[in-house]
């Protein structure tokens, strides 16, 4: 079982950045890779980043690549995203998410944990 908090969301002027932590509870936390997924008024829910358990290895939607880096530091059980270059398009409700299936998951059915979210709003 783990349990994610998301916190650091918050409004931000175009352009700005914002990093959102997740933080973990459970002592298996390093065998699980994390993804941040995020919810726009309106929308589906939609993958941004994920990290593979040891966070060498990473993905992200195109729609962030080269503004958002997704971090981890198992010793402190607790996932990262930093984000930068924000548009107001990135305004959404940002989720962590935990997955036990190996691999680098970006499909919402492939996590078996979520926190609640934090809302991060862009103004232009």
């Known amino acids: 079982q783990v349990q994610l908090v998301e916190s650091g969301g918050g409004l931000v002027q175009a352009g700005g950045s914002l990093t959102l932590s997740c933080a973990a509870s459970g002592r298996t936390f390093s065998s699980y890779g994390m993804g941040w997924f995020r919810q726009a008024p309106g929308k589906e829910r939609e993958f941004v980043a994920v990290?593979?358990?040891?966070?060498?290895?990473?993905y992200y939607a195109d729609s962030v690549k080269g503004r958002f880096t997704i971090s981890r530091d198992n010793d402190k059980n607790a996932v990262y995203l930093h984000m930068n270059s924000l548009k107001p398009e990135d305004t959404a409700v940002y989720y962590c998410?935990?997955?036990?299936?190996?691999?680098?998951?970006?499909?919402?059915?492939?996590?078996?944990?979520w926190g609640q979210g934090t809302q991060v709003t862009v103004s232009s």
């Open positions: 990290s593979n358990w040891n966070g060498r290895s990473t």
């Open positions: 998410a935990a997955a036990m299936a190996a691999g680098l998951r970006v499909r919402i059915n492939d996590y078996d944990y």
